[in-house]
């Protein structure tokens, strides 16, 4: 009985491991192996070829004496900045509109969301062409007197520049993720606090925000993540400059990978993933706090 | 206990499924089979080619398989923008090709990494037969050699003069310049501008490494000190050159050509009429005739105008093995074929570009008139240029130098500082990075 019971618990084991053993093995393949590597490399002196020399915390400490490096930190945090408090905002905003019963709304709603089903690179692409000098963006200006201006050739600009674009690319995520959470608060609270004499400002503060706050954490979350990974659109527009003024940590770390400094690329990466990490971690918490 | 035993199987899994992945993984050794060790090549080749839709060495690829009928040739053209990328990928995976064409301008970087193989030892001095040093202009051979040895074989070279519209020099009585106060002056007469504006024909002012190498360069000034250990670039020469440049844009003469405008051909300016005047190498000669095609017959090129001396920067593509090419054979069997002077001829025929080597550069079909430059041959006016060129130093930061330099002169360009303090901030990062590599 105790003989068959074991087999039995052996069979089982043995099923569940084939089960995942695919994705275990993809698992292991393409995150851990390379995550374990890139750690080690990060501690190293490597190209690629040659065999790899331990430097210790060298790269690390080299990376933040190295003013292109601050530079794109800094850069990559005022992205996370402006994009994040105006991209969910204008999305909340985007979906409070479209969860009305106005005539069109599907229209609208696929109208908002069609960028975001558009190949970065391609909207990147677009954008350069419009913001060029002699682009659409200064033809139009130039219709109301105003004069044109370098966007994207300008240090002082072209950042914001960039913002905007990618702004407009995720706003359509953004709206759809909340219009969806809208659509799952019972109406029932709305009436409730309507009978009790809440205006909209006051519905909006106490139902929708308490109702939204998972989806604004989601939204919040995959961002901030998002923002710090940015590479697509500032290689395609502006390649980090001019003069640095685009370099963001990605493209930074492609840089440094291009002209095979790996060990330095590798730090990087970690450097960006000890940001992520506890960045995600204080949301989570703050989230936590407040639910409680 | 029965926990325990299941953890410790699931952590034998991990480690054997790991042991698995990682032996699937390619080696970076050569492979024995792929190539004889010496005399006929044979498996197969694998060639990266950034030349584009022009490229010289697809239709090379066919005649090289005539005489090798035993070897594969994998041909792979990859876009220049992002070919660094993909070299860079391929050479640290083990994956690299076995001929890869690379500009002139990343061999330092490659070079001092050890990713390039070392081609005196493969050649033994000899290209198809001839030493290889009574092949090519000394420039080009100091620009092919790192460290005592040749780590790449120029294809086609890079050297400025002066591209003009000739016929409206013409039309407004404007001398070719030949010194640096002529070109402003004939850069004013040229000009066309609307409250100070500039609206047409103007000089293409690019705020690049090259652009004011040029100018550097003809100024008597140098980019690094003898050893390579400092900048010298932001020294009165370079000062001077990089003030001369944004005279261009202050007096309303120069269209600045960011890279926001797209390629630095300058290709829109130029059909758009904004661009009249640029300095640039051979290449251009073949992307204007097929982009610019209805201005044929009004562009001629001159020799750069000077301040104290002639002076470029020196360029152009490299024939480069990786150190950990599968097939050096084969490799360098198709590198000696690309460099034979028939072959060769194709760097002009199919890219509009200049040969590297001396005996291709020499033959009729490169000297005779060309209708698109007003009868003009502008060959010999380039190999002038090559003569007094100068490659960029050796140095495993030149990315990061290049990089610093470029942001300096856009800064002034852009009058967001002035040219010595841009220059100052362009070599403080440069000296660090020396430190550093």
């Keep these: 009985m105790t003989s068959f019971a074991g087999r039995a618990r052996v069979r089982r084991a043995v099923t569940g491991y084939a089960l995942i053993a695919p994705a275990m093995i993809a698992t292991t393949a393409f995150l851990l192996i390379p995550m374990v590597l890139s750690a080690y490399w990060s501690l190293t002196d490597y190209n690629g070829i040659t065999a790899p020399t331990w430097v210790g915390l060298h790269n690390y400490v080299a990376l933040f004496h190295d003013p292109r490096f601050v530079r794109a930190l800094t850069n990559t945090i005022t992205f996370v900045l402006l994009g994040m408090s105006i991209g969910p905002a204008l999305g909340l905003c985007a979906a409070l509109l479209l969860n009305e019963h106005v005539r069109g709304r599907g229209f609208y709603r696929t109208a908002i969301f069609l960028p975001v089903t558009t190949s970065l690179v391609v909207v990147a692409t677009v954008w350069k062409m419009?913001?060029?000098?002699?682009?659409?963006?200064?033809?139009?200006?130039?219709?109301?007197?105003?004069?044109?201006?370098?966007?994207?050739?300008?240090p002082s600009t072209a950042l914001y520049a960039v913002i905007v674009v990618s702004v407009w690319q995720g706003l359509g995520f953004e709206a759809v993720v909340f219009l969806a959470a809208l659509q799952s608060i019972p109406q029932a609270l709305y009436d409730s606090a309507r009978v009790d004499g809440a205006n909209a400002w006051r519905r909006f503060v106490h139902v929708t925000l308490p109702g939204l706050r998972p989806t604004l954490l989601f939204v919040f979350v995959i961002g901030i993540i998002g923002s710090f990974q940015v590479f697509d659109q500032v290689f395609v527009m502006t390649q980090g400059g001019p003069v640095e003024s685009t370099n963001t940590i990605v493209f930074y770390l492609v840089d440094r990978f291009q002209a095979l400094e790996l060990g330095r690329a590798s730090a990087v990466a970690y450097v960006l993933l000890l940001i992520l990490a506890t960045l995600s971690a204080i949301q989570f918490r703050l989230f936590e706090e407040r639910s409680t | 206990?029965?926990?325990?035993?299941?953890?410790?199987?699931?952590?034998?899994?991990?480690?054997?499924?790991?042991?698995?992945?990682?032996?699937?993984?390619?080696?970076?050794?050569?492979?024995?089979?792929?190539?004889?060790?010496?005399?006929?090549?044979?498996?197969?080749?694998?060639?990266?080619?950034?030349?584009?839709?022009?490229?010289?060495?697809?239709?090379?690829?066919?005649?090289?398989?005539?005489?090798?009928?035993?070897?594969?040739?994998?041909?792979?053209?990859?876009?220049?923008?992002?070919?660094?990328?993909?070299?860079?990928?391929?050479?640290?995976?083990?994956?690299?090709?076995?001929?890869?064409?690379?500009?002139?301008?990343?061999i330092p970087t490659y070079a001092a990494q050890g990713v390039l193989a070392d081609l005196t030892k493969m050649?033994?001095?000899?290209?198809?037969?001839?030493?290889?040093?009574?092949?090519?202009?000394?420039?080009?051979?100091?620009?092919?050699?790192?460290?005592?040895?040749?780590?790449?074989?120029?294809?086609?070279?890079?050297?400025?003069?002066?591209?003009?519209?000739a016929d409206l020099f013409?039309?407004?009585?404007?001398?070719?310049?030949?010194t640096w106060d002529e070109f402003s002056a004939a850069a004013r007469q040229l000009a066309v501008t609307?409250?100070?504006?500039?609206?047409?024909?103007?000089?293409?002012?690019?705020?690049?490494?090259?652009?004011?190498?040029?100018?550097?360069?003809?100024?008597?000034?140098?980019?690094?000190?003898?050893?390579?250990?400092?900048?010298?670039?932001?020294?009165?020469?370079?000062v001077a050159a990089l003030a001369y440049m944004k005279s261009f844009l202050d007096d309303g003469t120069g269209v600045y050509w960011g890279p926001d405008q797209g390629d630095s051909?300058?290709?829109?300016?130029?059909?758009?009429?904004?661009i009249a005047m640029f300095l640039n190498g051979p290449y251009l000669m073949g992307i204007l005739k097929?982009?610019?095609?209805?201005?044929?017959?009004?562009?001629?090129?001159?020799?750069?105008?000077?301040?104290?001396?002639?002076?470029?920067?020196?360029?152009?593509?490299?024939?480069?093995?990786?150190?950990?090419?599968?097939?050096?054979?084969?490799?360098?069997?198709?590198?000696?074929?690309?460099?034979?002077?028939?072959?060769?001829?194709?760097?002009?025929k199919y890219a509009g570009a200049a040969p590297a080597t001396i005996a291709a550069l020499h033959s009729p079909l490169l000297t005779k008139p060309d209708p698109y430059f007003g009868g003009q041959a502008p060959f010999g006016i380039f190999l002038d240029a090559m003569a007094t060129a100068t490659p960029y130093p050796y140095v495993q930061a030149w990315d990061k130098v290049d990089t610093a330099i470029s942001d300096g002169v856009t800064s002034a360009l852009l009058g967001k500082q002035s040219s010595q303090d841009a220059l100052n901030t362009a070599a403080q990062t440069t000296d660090s990075a020396l430190a550093g590599q």
């Design chain 2, 1 to 106: 206990m029965s926990r325990s035993r299941t953890v410790l199987a699931a952590a034998v899994t991990i480690v054997l499924l790991a042991a698995l992945v990682a032996s699937c993984g390619g080696s970076s050794t050569p492979s024995a089979s792929s190539s004889a060790s010496a005399g006929q090549p044979t498996g197969t080749l694998t060639v990266w080619d950034y030349y584009g839709s022009a490229t010289p060495i697809k239709p090379a690829i066919k005649a090289f398989k005539k005489l090798h009928p035993q070897l594969t040739i994998n041909y792979q053209a990859v876009d220049w923008d992002t070919f660094r990328q993909k070299f860079s990928v391929g050479v640290s995976s083990g994956a690299p090709p076995d001929v890869a064409t690379l500009d002139m301008t990343w």
């Design chain 2, 194 to 238: 609307s409250g100070g504006k500039l609206e047409k024909y103007g000089f293409q002012v690019l705020p690049d490494t090259f652009h004011f190498a040029q100018m550097l360069y003809q100024n008597g000034g140098a980019i690094l000190n003898g050893d390579n250990t400092k900048a010298v670039f932001n020294g009165s020469e370079g």
């Design chain 1, 130 to 154: 419009l913001l060029n000098e002699q682009g659409i963006v200064n033809t139009v200006l130039g219709f109301f007197g105003l004069h044109g201006h370098a966007w994207l050739a300008d």
């Design chain 2, 290 to 348: 097929s982009s610019a095609p209805e201005q044929s017959g009004k562009w001629a090129v001159a020799p750069a105008p000077i301040s104290k001396q002639p002076g470029s920067y020196l360029g152009g593509t490299g024939l480069t093995i990786p150190v950990n090419a599968k097939n050096p054979t084969a490799a360098w069997a198709f590198v000696q074929f690309l460099l034979t002077p028939s072959q060769q001829l194709g760097v002009y």
């Design chain 2, 123 to 165: 050649s033994g001095g000899q290209l198809n037969g001839k030493p290889i040093q009574s092949q090519y202009t000394p420039g080009s051979l100091k620009a092919m050699t790192y460290q005592g040895h040749l780590v790449t074989m120029m294809s086609d070279f890079d050297a400025y003069a002066l591209y003009y519209r």
């Design chain 2, 265 to 274: 051909s300058g290709i829109a300016g130029i059909k758009d009429q904004r």
């Design chain 2, 170 to 178: 013409k039309q407004k009585g404007v001398a070719v310049p030949k």
